[in-house]
């Protein structure tokens, strides 16, 4: 996935990114090799679970094997595993059944990495998540409908009055429509903005754009109903919005004069050590919050931001924080790695990702810097060192045995991994990840691999990063005995 092109150069890199990351001119896997979008080859059926419906998550390797579900394609596992959780409860959604639709998207991507011989645990763990929330958390009720517009500015018009109404159900039947008559990407379109500034289901809306968008470009509904978690969080707290830049105001300014490269080291430089204030450590919510409260985001950023950004300039401005995302998780001790630097990196990389399909440019850059500010001023202890690499093992052993050593461990053997072996790092990385029951890990180690087309020349630091999560999880759920716990392992409160 690496390229010798200098991303810091010009606009063909975004091009290029969103070539490889197949959302050019049709649909593509994640590897680029032609396998069929999530739910765009064939019409979708709200219906279509039969399969996978009635699993009880305490049988599930029994019913895995008796339903035959090794004979059903990643497609169609996954597009049944989609009716399920396409249907969220109406009151008292949880993490899990946010986060669920982005597991399962995030899953499916990395799907076509796994090892053929993890495979079958690879899928059993996607199984386990549409069962656990089907027996837990689904059967919200049917998707309200409503009337189908005249045209697009009557339906953003509705969509616009909705929100701020705070309407779920009349949000969520809006989202619905709109996609129905207008397409997924017309969809993604239209909630970028209001997903970007969101504190509400904890800022993780655009993640969900992103991974849909990502996975093809129909025009099915079917696609949209994943979102619908996500336009009820929207919907509940339409005043819960980012606070900096003025309330995220994008007024024309005068065009920055700093090149790319200026830009790149600049932010860098800011993000390496921003004063510190009292660690807030909670919901996403809690910590961002808190992080605005400093007005470090203003500070270091709004003179910037209060300008016209070229796209190279944005491109660069990107890098520069999802390279803090990714010194975050390796420079930093295990204590919050899982939950939190975790989160740090999978939120602005979905916006940078929504970015680079020309979507709401320096919104989304705006957006990515009060995150990774709040990060590094509420949740971080220390300064990082932007040139940082860990030292070399003596005697490498292989990356599972790394990975079953400590994060450190395998970040090492990753980061100075001979470069014939990449394609295989990213095999394991994939499978052991893919094959642990964690939404968080898989959610990561998808936005990491994104990572390595829009950043190629940092291609270590980030398998890195994905290794040093990878390896927590390892250790706190051993391979030996994924089976026996998956299903008490999954916990969708």
Not at 113 to 123: F, I, K, M, S, Y
Not at 364 to 381: E, F, G, K, P, Q
Not at 395 to 420: C, G, I, M, N, Y
Request: glycine fraction near 6%; include cysteine; charge should be positive.
């Amino acid at each position: 996935m690496t390229h010798s092109r200098d991303w810091r150069s010009s606009r063909l890199s975004r091009r290029q990114f969103l070539e490889s990351a197949g959302i050019a001119a049709s649909a593509a896997s994640f590897s680029g090799s032609g396998s069929r979008a999530l739910l765009g080859a064939e019409p979708a059926d709200p219906t279509n679970k039969h399969r996978l419906s009635g699993i009880s998550p305490k049988n599930l390797v029994d019913e895995y094997e008796s339903r035959n579900l090794d004979a059903v394609s990643d497609a169609e596992l996954c597009r049944q595993a989609a009716a399920i959780i396409s249907c969220p409860p109406t009151k008292g959604g949880s993490s899990f059944t946010l986060h669920a639709p982005l597991e399962l998207l995030a899953r499916y991507g990395l799907l076509a990495h796994v090892d053929p011989q993890e495979r079958t645990l690879a899928r059993l763990q996607l199984v386990a998540s549409a069962a656990s929330f089907e027996t837990s958390a689904g059967g919200g009720g049917a998707a309200p409908a409503m009337a189908a517009f005249a045209n697009p500015a009557d339906a953003r018009a509705e969509f616009t009055r909705l929100f701020q109404k705070g309407d779920a159900n009349g949000l969520e039947a809006v989202v619905l429509q709109f996609a129905a008559q207008y397409g997924t990407p017309s969809l993604v379109q239209l909630l970028t903005p209001a997903a970007l500034r969101t504190l509400s289901g904890a800022s993780h809306s655009h993640i969900g754009l992103w991974l849909l968008l990502r996975h093809g470009r129909t025009t099915d509904v079917g696609d949209a109903a994943l979102l619908r978690a996500a336009a009820r969080a929207l919907a509940g707290a339409p005043k819960d919005q980012l606070t900096s830049f003025s309330g995220m105001a994008m007024d024309p300014g005068k065009p920055l004069a700093q090149d790319p490269a200026r830009v790149e080291a600049d932010v860098l430089a800011k993000l390496a050590a921003p004063t510190r204030a009292k660690r807030a450590y909670g919901s996403m919510r809690t910590l961002i919050t808190a992080g605005e409260a400093t007005g470090n985001a203003n500070t270091l950023f709004g003179d910037f931001i209060r300008h016209d950004l070229s796209e190279e300039q944005i491109d660069a401005g990107f890098r520069a924080v999802l390279r803090t995302c990714a010194h975050n998780m390796l420079q930093h001790d295990t204590e919050f790695a899982k939950f939190g630097w975790s989160h740090c990196l999978t939120l602005p990389q979905a916006a940078c990702g929504l970015s680079s399909c020309n979507i709401n440019r320096k919104l989304a850059l705006a957006a990515a810097l009060v995150w990774i500010t709040a990060y590094r001023s509420v949740l971080s202890d220390r300064d990082l060192d932007m040139n940082w690499a860990p030292a070399k093992l003596k005697s490498p052993p292989s990356l599972k045995e790394a990975l079953q050593t400590s994060p450190t461990a395998a970040a090492a053997r990753v980061w100075h991994a001979d470069p014939e072996e990449l394609p295989q790092v990213k095999q394991t990385l994939a499978s052991q990840a893919s094959m642990r029951t964690d939404q968080h890990l898989v959610k990561y180690t998808r936005a990491c691999f994104d990572m390595l087309s829009f950043d190629p020349r940092h291609e270590r630091l980030y398998l890195a990063a994905a290794a040093h999560l990878c390896a927590v999880w390892v250790k706190e759920q051993p391979e030996a005995k994924i089976k026996e716990s998956m299903s008490k392992d999954r916990k969708p409160k």
